[in-house]
């Protein structure tokens, strides 16, 4: 009595409290592909002392409402309802023995179907504390189906220019659903729609649209499908039909009289191919002479003035008619022939020509380029004077810009420059004696002085004070030649009248 008491206790504890541990472990969600298996994991998390487990139970939750799917017992053991029978088991082998073990009852789904995403019920039944459950969403997935085909079985290029949608590529039954695009080197655009299906798939489809044309036959077109991180691709190759390109070809325009084994050709471009080449010659009939087989005109015999004219081929095929000429004209005379070797003896000269013209332009070039370096050189030399290293002064020697070898120069520098009296009135044409004196006198040491003194004053006398110069206020003097016994002035000279002095 006292244990049942206790153990009433200490349930009712575990319940209120939850101190006793009981959990259900469960991943929060779980996926898979159709067609694929899941497993649903459920384990009980049991306390200590353990309680007993009485019976597990999977439920299926589907617009609110539940629905068993497998129900493990220890005494009755594994059930599964029927929607479920074939493909639900549990993955734990202990749980399907005589005496079971129901601490993990992870659920395996199989041949996985859209109608199993849902959200999943594990719930534990237990003696005393109760029960105990958790959840888990399942997402079933579903990888489309890509197929990509011709729009139209038959594409022609018209000449209207419309935009034909040429190629469908479709990514059908996905879930999610699937992204096209396209990978060519035509030029045309795309339009996608998405369709909802019953089942909660999506199809999406993708139109290539483009002006079919000669130039986009046998071009390829290569549909790309991601879903999931999963790449598919297809690929097809358009099949463009189009009327026939024709020209015709076989005349060089040197057909002269009595040439033979000449033809024309006419060459086509269509698809399918030409069914039909007609020869007809402008403003007349084709000559007995000329054979026709299909697309060739052979000339027999040596050719004559009549066979010139205008010929035309007319191409046909499925699509529709097209046509092309030649005027072809005779000559009496062979033209003139350029043999090969003269064609490469010209070509050569020209190479040569062109060589030579090249390295003169280069040599010319690389002149002018160094004379202009050269030029900026001497512009940045006369740009920075600072730079360049005044040249040595001259070396000179007292009285060389007056007097060399007793003789004078004829002409004065400046006036305002400093010159000797003595020196620049000892002209060749006078005598020494009349040579103006110097005063004060020169006079060397112990010798008396060598002409009487005499006195004047220059245009404008300079007084010397504390190192500043000041005129004098006495007017300008002016020099007249002594009157002597034995001597007397040049006859006609006027007075002459010195320069202005100054100090250096």
């Not at 929060?28 to 597990?56: E, H, M, R, T, W």
């Not at 993955?91 to 023995?97: L, T």
């Amino acid at each position: 009595m006292e244990n049942s008491v206790l153990w009433i206790f200490l349930t009712a504890t575990c319940v209120i409290k939850g101190v006793c541990g009981q959990s259900v472990q469960m991943e929060a969600g779980q996926s898979g592909y159709v067609g694929s298996k899941v497993d649903l994991p459920c384990i009980f998390i049991n306390s200590i002392p353990p309680v007993k487990i009485s019976q597990v139970t999977w439920q299926k939750v589907i617009n609110g409402k539940k629905q068993n799917v497998a129900i493990a017992n220890p005494s009755l053991g594994v059930s599964v309802a029927p929607p479920f029978k074939d493909r639900v088991s549990f993955k734990n082998p202990v749980v399907r023995r005589r005496t079971p073990s129901l601490e993990d009852t992870t659920l395996t789904l199989s041949s996985l179907r859209l109608s199993d995403e849902a959200r999943y019920i594990c719930e534990y039944t237990t003696f005393p504390a109760g029960n105990r459950e958790n959840t888990v969403n399942l997402t079933v997935y579903a990888r489309p189906l890509t197929q990509m085909s011709l729009s139209t079985p038959t594409l022609v290029a018209r000449s209207s220019n419309l935009k034909t949608p040429v190629a469908t590529c479709l990514s059908a039954n996905g879930k999610p659903p699937g992204t096209i695009r396209w990978d060519t080197r035509v030029r045309g655009e795309a339009t996608t729609q998405e369709i909802r299906n019953s089942d909660g798939t999506i199809t999406v489809r993708s139109d290539f649209i483009l002006v079919p044309s000669r130039n986009t036959h046998l071009e390829t077109l290569t549909c790309i499908t991601s879903y999931n991180q999963e790449t598919y691709t297809d690929s097809v190759t358009l099949d463009i039909q189009y009327e026939p390109e024709v020209s015709v070809e076989g005349f060089d325009g040197n057909w002269y009289l009595d040439r033979q084994n000449v033809e024309l050709t006419c060459l086509t471009d269509a698809n399918p191919p030409v069914s039909l080449f007609q020869w007809r010659m402008l403003n007349g009939s084709i000559p007995n002479s000329v054979e026709i087989r299909d697309n060739v005109l052979s000339f027999k015999g040596p050719i004559r003035y009549e066979v010139g004219g205008t010929y035309v081929c007319d191409a046909t095929n499925s699509i529709g008619t097209s046509s092309a000429f030649m005027e072809v004209s005779i000559t009496e005379e062979p033209l003139p022939q350029v043999g090969t070797g003269d064609v490469i003896s010209v070509l050569g000269m020209l190479l040569a020509v062109g060589l030579i013209l090249g390295v003169a332009i280069t040599v010319l070039l690389l002149n002018n380029r160094r004379k202009q370096r050269g030029e900026m050189d001497a512009d940045s030399t006369d740009s920075a004077p600072s730079l360049k290293l005044a040249p040595p002064p001259a070396s000179r020697k007292p009285g060389d810009e007056f007097q060399r070898s007793g003789r004078v120069y004829e002409d004065l520098p400046n006036t305002a420059d400093y010159v000797s009296y003595r020196l620049a009135c000892n002209k060749d044409d006078y005598p020494e004696p009349y040579s103006p004196p110097i005063n004060p006198p020169l006079s060397l040491p112990d010798s008396p002085p060598i002409n009487p003194p005499l006195s004047f004053l220059s245009q404008h006398a300079y007084t010397h004070s504390n190192n500043t110069f000041s005129p004098a206020s006495h007017p300008s003097s002016v020099f007249r030649y002594p009157s002597l016994p034995s001597l007397s002035p040049p006859p006609g000279l006027a007075p002459y009248t010195f320069p202005k002095e100054q100090y250096v």
